[in-house]
């Protein structure tokens, strides 16, 4: 159960008080109401941005509150909220936990509060699992560094053994390439493989990368 009210500080929340920006509100619904749109990466979590700094700080406060109940979107609003003070309750957990898919969440949650690139071993670790579907799960997290070897990594999808992850390389590097989405590829496997070391077309899908937000 989700505590919206951290009552060992005397610190109550009312989310539907006038005090809080819609923002707020959002952030507060997803997070702690009804979380299904988040887990399918159905939300706007514009929020996170839009929100004043002092409900930005009430927000670190819930989630921090909560974050021992191991729930994958608390850790990623932690993250989201590069809140410093849940670093040791990440910390704990990550070292608690010896499932990749928590791993995994946790780690991306440390890295972007503080940069630790214990998170690029764990990215490292996933392509070498050899079950397509926490690949496949994991998949956007590959080019969260949006470095070389996010682009690197990408090449190297594109001969895994599962088909749906080649698939999933396969759409990420076409949408680099033209900025959109599509039912059909515009470019095939053959097209990426045969330009893997040419440096300046993957410093263009670099460029490309860096510049999605």
Excluded at 169 to 192: Q, V
Aim: proline share 2%.
């Amino acid at each position: 159960m989700l505590v919206a009210n951290i009552m060992d500080t005397s610190y109550y929340i009312d989310p539907n008080a006038e005090m809080f920006s819609q923002a707020f509100k959002n952030f507060y619904q997803n997070h702690f109401v009804d979380s299904y749109g988040l887990s399918r990466r159905e939300v706007d979590i514009s929020f996170f941005k839009t929100m004043t700094d002092e409900e930005r700080e009430v927000a670190r406060r819930l989630v921090r509150y909560n974050l021992k109940l191991r729930q994958v979107h608390l850790f990623q609003a932690a993250g989201e909220l590069k809140d410093e003070q849940a670093l040791p309750i990440l910390y704990e957990q990550l070292n608690n936990n010896t499932d990749l898919s928590w791993r995994l969440s946790i780690g991306q949650a440390i890295w972007k509060i503080n940069g630790d690139e214990m998170y690029l071993q764990l990215l490292r670790n996933l392509q070498n699992h050899p079950n397509g579907t926490m690949k496949a799960a994991h998949f956007e997290q590959v080019t969260d560094f949006k470095n070389n070897e996010s682009i690197e990594m990408l090449f190297e999808y594109l001969d895994d053994p599962d088909n749906f992850v080649r698939h999933l390389a396969l759409s990420k590097l076409n949408y680099l390439c033209t900025g959109m989405h599509a039912l059909e590829h515009r470019f095939d496997r053959i097209y990426f493989l045969k330009r893997r070391k040419n440096e300046t077309f993957k410093r263009e899908l670099l460029r490309n990368l860096q510049n999605l937000f």
